[in-house]
């Protein structure tokens, strides 16, 4: 059989196998008592993420396929759609993509990462470590996607250069960029989008989110390395024979008239993010009004001072299908909240309460890590939000379940190779460019127990904090 009827033949098995679980869940949602509306509105909601699974390249279509179905049903008008689309997440990415793509259009990014490489290139356990610190760190500056984009181009070229396995490299980036990603709201969309649902600001993601990440990099660095203890000896000596005494790092050049500009906007990105809150009492502003405008100010003054660079930034760097796909897939939570889906997933949650406040923290966990597990992390952080409002207009004190929601839509994203956006593109780059898959099992051996350390570590502390957290920010 030729190979564009091969790759079509398994097309179209994957999409009955889609066809199939949207028949199964229909199925079970009339079983559990579920009316017409909400049996209808789930089956195509998990449809989409079904095909977002089985049929990456094809998730759009769906989406869009999807969007429609809800409409015709009528399980969603124009009204819920643009409420639950959270076009404030997906603009803020925008400007901040393309503010970004234009540091990445300089390769300030490869340089800072190649410089500090090159200069701790003592042994590759030295280098393992700050490969992975170095993931972890950069991903709450930029996002996860730019992120894995540079890390991963650094671990290749290492890889290739001692003639070692790269999937242990990317493995321990991708979760270092993951955890890392919600020290600020910054690196990953689930940041962005509890920050616009809860109003939490820059600093309070720094006050209660950062440390957590600290110690989830921390626990899950111990544990790689010592996974990874032969693989990482065995590095070391090649590392020595081929890099040290023969071949060096090398080095990347950047004029020094581009750094320093790469820098200064940088800074003044972050330093501007981090005292949006404290501008916006000067002024009188709402909450997070100055989070939202200003990637919008610096994206502007890229665009017109350098439109040449800005513009192929804004066009080629912005993950637009990625984007368009999340707006889709946000909108069509609304159709789950139009039917009374979100209402009862946060009133059963709800009805725990009698059990005590831990019961409560337990079914919330138990129900959001396999809900972030097999689908996107961002789409659950999205449906959670909406459990969360729930539960606070059960008058329970909301300030615990926000961050609970940014922990394990996080932390839930490493334990399976389709957890996260990040995992996803690393395993693409993978398979690109070595012909490597990842088995599903290969991933879960490590994301499991890394997810488990992680969720538990990260819940503990935030209930031991739960006495010093206010009902609102």
């Known amino acids: 059989m030729p190979s564009g009827s091969r790759f079509a033949a398994t097309t179209y098995g994957k999409a009955s196998v889609v066809i199939l679980l949207g028949i199964v869940t229909a199925l079970i949602s009339n079983l559990i008592g579920l009316n017409l509306q909400q049996s209808l509105a789930l089956t195509v909601f998990l449809v989409m993420i079904y095909a977002t699974l089985l049929l990456w390249s094809q998730r759009l279509p769906f989406a869009f396929l999807g969007i429609f179905l809800l409409f015709f049903l009528g399980l969603l008008d124009t009204e819920y759609f643009v409420e639950h689309s959270h076009l404030d997440v997906i603009m803020f990415l925008i400007a901040m993509m393309t503010v970004i793509g234009y540091l990445e259009e300089d390769k300030f990014f490869e340089f800072v990462s190649n410089e500090i490489i090159r200069r701790v290139g003592i042994s590759f356990k030295i280098v393992f470590m700050v490969l992975f610190f170095l993931s972890g760190f950069l991903a709450p500056l930029v996002d996860e996607v730019t992120a894995i984009l540079i890390m991963s181009s650094i671990a290749f070229s290492l890889s290739d250069r001692l003639g070692i396995d790269p999937f242990p490299l990317i493995l321990s980036s991708v979760f270092a960029i993951v955890i890392g990603g919600t020290m600020t709201p910054l690196g990953n969309p689930i940041g962005v989008l509890i920050a616009f649902e809860s109003g939490y600001t ?152 009698y059990l005590g406040l831990e019961a409560l923290i337990v079914v919330f966990v138990v129900t ?39 922990i394990c839509t996080d932390r839930a994203g490493t334990l399976t190779p389709i957890g996260s956006t990040a995992n ?42 739960i006495p010093l957290m206010q009902p609102y920010p």
């Open 202 to 353: 820059f600093m309070d993601f720094l006050r209660w989110s950062a440390p957590l990440s600290l110690l989830s990099l921390l626990v899950t660095y111990v544990f790689l390395s010592r996974k990874y203890k032969a693989y990482i000896e065995e590095a070391n000596t090649k590392f020595r024979e081929k890099i040290l005494t023969k071949e060096g790092l090398g080095r990347i050049d950047l004029p020094r008239k581009i750094l320093f500009k790469d820098i200064v906007i940088l800074l003044t990105t972050l330093v501007m993010l981090a005292l949006h809150h404290t501008l916006e009492e000067v002024m009188g502003l709402e909450k997070n009004t100055l989070f939202l405008g200003i990637p919008f100010l610096l994206a502007a003054m890229i665009l017109i001072f350098d439109p040449q660079k800005g513009f192929h930034a804004f066009e080629h760097k912005v993950e637009w299908p990625t984007l368009v796909f999340f707006l889709l897939l946000f909108s069509a939570v609304g159709a789950l909240s139009k039917v009374g889906l979100i209402d009862l997933v946060s009133k059963t949650i709800a009805s725990y309460a």
């Open 424 to 465: 996803i593109i690393a395993i693409g780059i993978l398979e690109k460019r070595y012909k490597k898959s990842v088995s599903f099992l290969e991933w879960v051996k490590y994301g499991f127990p890394v997810a488990l350390l992680t969720i538990s570590l990260s819940t503990t502390l935030i209930y031991l904090q």
């Open 368 to 406: 959001s890590v396999p809900m972030t597990a097999f689908m996107d992390n961002v789409v659950a952080a999205s449906v959670l939000a909406q459990v969360v409002h729930g539960l606070e207009a059960s008058g329970i004190n909301p300030a615990p379940f926000w961050w609970l929601a940014v």
